[in-house]
């Protein structure tokens, strides 16, 4: 029944012989319990007469015998991997498939760590904001900017605020001419509502911002290997000394 299922839904999507077989050998593996690995074959898990072998080095060694391959990879101590199974014989390589499963797990995961996902940070200000405040928010803009983030500005009117926009106009250019030499301005000011909202973008990109912080702080990690006793010195100088108490 399942077959036959198959062959009709086949035959009116037009689909080749080759592809029927592959779908009606994956469905009938998932009836019977089975699943669909993401690993490749090795070893005695390999169903073909013969293989198209790579050595351990790369060298090609041709199409043979299943029989021949599983006896080269017994006597090199090596397993043999199906790393092109559509191929036509399949490639099979020579390898450790233990440490190659391993380095790639570590490259995976060296990968991750190095992945770099813009964020968009948030920063809101008020049109008649005071100085002392505005350098906060500033240098918070200026960190984020740093680190290789983008940064959304929102300007908030209050009651008769919302009839003077060129305030928070003024403030939001103001603040793009302060960080200039960091970030540039992606989405110019608009209006939304209550809110003005502009965006500024980093002009170093996010990866740059995290390698040179990861040089930073391995620099800082081989002063303070090759200082030890100086931070705590600096820590004492800067601590404050106690008058003696008169009698």
Known sequence: MIGRGI???????GLSKQTYAAVRQAVAWCY????ISAEPRINDRIRVPEVRLVGPSGEQVGIVPLAKALELAQEYDLDLVEVAANARPPVCKLMDYGKFKYESA???REARKNQAHTVIKEMKLRPK????DYDT??????RFLKQGDKVKITIMF??????RPELGYRLLQRLAEDVQDLGFVESNPKQDGRNMIMVLGPHKKKTEAMAEARQAQEARKADAKANPGRSQN??????PTEEPAEA
């Open 7 to 13: 062959f009709c839904a086949s035959a009116r999507l």
């Open 32 to 35: 019977r319990g089975g699943s």
């Open 106 to 108: 570590m490259k995976a």
């Open 129 to 132: 904001i005071d100085p002392h």
């Open 137 to 142: 928010k500033k240098g918070h803009v200026v």
């Open 158 to 163: 209050r009651g008769r605020e919302q009839s």
């Open 234 to 239: 600096a820590a004492e100088a800067e601590a």
